[in-house]
């Protein structure tokens, strides 16, 4: 099972990471500014999916294996509903209602969950790789 669960959490880092640095970025570089927007707040709907399903199974299958990595997994799949459920639909309303201010606190805690959901993907990729 400790392969299975290295293999998804390394789809799960390396989803992350591309998604986070070369989709957003991509979109806001070939499109105008707010087709852009339009399309990533589409995307992020189906980005946390992925982050949930890959976070959640990994962390069944590292079961019965490291117990950290289960939890930093479980911990990544926990924050990602949250963000899902609350944080995104809190800064599509900032946006749409034009707050700014808001929106930049929102959309922070947004790219630093990210961030801290990639360097603990990161950190179980080795804990399982060892």
Do not use: C
């Not at 880092?13 to 986070?20: E, I, P, R, S």
């Not at 970025?25 to 982050?51: E, H």
């Not at 479980?74 to 990602?80: E, P, S």
């Amino acid at each position: 099972m400790n392969e299975a669960a290295l293999l998804f959490t390394a789809l799960l880092f390396g989803g992350t990471t591309l998604f986070a640095f070369g989709f957003a970025g991509f979109m806001f570089n070939v499109l105008p500014a707010d087709t852009a927007g339009t399309v990533i707040r589409r995307a992020f709907s189906w980005f946390y999916l992925f982050v949930l399903g890959s976070s959640l199974l990994a962390a069944l299958l590292a079961i019965g294996g490291d117990m950290a990595s289960v939890v930093i997994l479980a911990l990544i799949a926990g924050t990602t509903v949250i963000a899902r459920q609350i944080l995104m639909p809190a800064i599509n309303r900032a946006t749409d209602a034009g707050n700014k201010r808001l929106f930049q606190v929102l959309h922070s805690t947004s790219v630093l969950l990210t961030l801290a959901h990639i360097v603990a993907a990161g950190v179980v990729l080795i804990r399982l790789a060892n």
